[in-house]
């Protein structure tokens, strides 16, 4: 049986033991001032609510994804943390294999006043799911923003982990009542200028949005403009597509050639006790 042999202090560069001892002191330093300078409650609550009622931020707040609904976004959940204060967060690239074609990737968020800390660590393959099938990933562009787009997810939960959860709820809930009442424009305003960026930007027409949404345009109501600026910004950030979002229709056969399937005429002719007509007798009834 062979000895493992752990590296002795001697080995160590010394740059090495200069960035280690740098780190603890930075984490020292954080604790101590967190603890000296304790953040404001009311003011934190103040200012969320300050934040959540721009628009500019809570039409970024949520996001929709194919297969996992809908939720709060990164974006929203960095501005709550820095709001919050006396807390940090990140992700780290720890290990790319690119001959295994996967990374190592941690994500982390840490209230450095209360020293609650939460963390992610996971392999990330370097593939991406094209329709049911996987594609391999090997520019390194592409392999970077898979890793930044996991890594994303990752940080998010963690911060919202370790944020109170009251806070992050009404959060939400004022997010989306400002994207509800949009910027005091009346709402068949508002309906005009989405149903045509829908069809500038993203070619999607308003028949397609009625059929989404379930009802005609003139019965949309802010939530549903609400809901549609969520789905609007997911496709330009490409959490989702237009064709997950709004998947053509179906053609049946009948439709593509042309045939129209007839009902049987109607009979007005008095029928017998069995149905049928007194003057269309079964041949075997005879």
């Known amino acids: 049986m062979t000895d493992i042999v752990l590296p002795s202090a001697g080995q160590i560069s010394q740059a090495t033991a ?40 809570a039409e970024h ?6 297969n996992r609904g809908t939720g709060p976004s990164v974006h929203l959940a960095r501005e709550l943390l820095r709001i919050w204060g006396n807390a940090d967060a990140g992700v ?27 963390s992610r660590t996971i392999q990330v393959p370097h593939q991406r799911m094209a329709g049911k099938e996987r594609k391999p990933l090997s520019d390194l562009t592409d392999v970077y923003l898979n890793n930044q787009n996991i890594g994303a997810r990752m940080v998010r939960e963690c911060i919202f982990n370790i944020l109170p959860a009251d806070f992050a709820a009404e959060a939400q809930e004022l997010c989306r009542k400002t994207v509800e009442n949009g910027d005091g424009k009346p709402l068949d305003q508002r309906i005009t200028e989405m149903t045509a960026a ?36 997911s496709i330009q950030r490409r959490e989702t597509t237009v064709d997950d979002e709004f998947p053509p229709p179906v ?35 005879k």
């Open 198 to 233: 829908f069809k500038t930007s993203l070619r999607v027409t308003v028949a397609q949005i009625e059929t989404r949404i379930g009802r005609k345009r003139g019965q949309w109501t802010a939530a549903d403009v609400a809901d549609l600026r969520i789905v609007f910004s």
């Open 92 to 118: 780290h690239e720890l290990r790319r294999d690119d001959v295994k074609g996967e990374s190592e990737i941690r994500a982390y968020a840490w209230d450095q006043q209360t020293n609650v800390r939460q």
């Open 18 to 57: 200069v960035e280690q001892a740098r780190a603890v002191a930075e984490v020292a330093a954080a604790v101590q001032v967190a603890q000296m300078n304790p953040r404001d409650m009311r003011r934190a609550w103040e200012d969320m609510r300050e934040a959540c009622s721009r628009l500019a931020l």
């Open 251 to 285: 053609v049946t056969a009948a439709e593509i050639t042309g045939a129209k399937t007839s009902a049987p005429p109607a009979i007005d002719e008095p029928v017998d006790a069995e149905g049928w007509p007194e003057t269309a007798q079964p041949a075997d009834a």
């Open 61 to 66: 707040a949520f996001y929709k994804v194919p």
